[in-house]
């Protein structure tokens, strides 16, 4: 459960990015048209309501599951796990959803989907209870005889 609680923050505020970036480009491709102005066509959409709407009632529960969150879990080991889901959420979202892939090589994809490795790779080593050098420096610990006392 410590990295489920994290993890569905930050995807709760990934879709809180998403549907904000929606609502941006409608809005823009709004004021874009010519033959009608601005709130013309674009202000009766249902589309435009619906993501208004999806972007109010995820925002409101990423405040409660904010404070849910972070006061069930220390900031150190909750925060590493939402910002490394917000960002995997914001990658795969541009490249998936809003066809940022269109407009990169092959070398950028490439590089995309490193960079995607690596935060998910530290994703789950912020995971773990203990880090590989933590547990070393124990057993080095342990291993030591203890100094005689005086």
Known sequence: MAIVYPASLGLLEGVTQLTMKGIMGMGSLCFQAEPRPWPGPCYELPTLWLFVAVFALVGVMTVIWLKIVYTRYETTE??????????????????LVFRERDYMDAQMRIMTFIGLAVVIFGVGLSSCRTLPCERRAKQARRVRPAAPSP
Do not use: R
């Open 78 to 95: 909750a925060l590493p796990i939402e910002y490394g889901t917000v960002h995997a959420c914001s990658v795969l979202a541009g490249f």
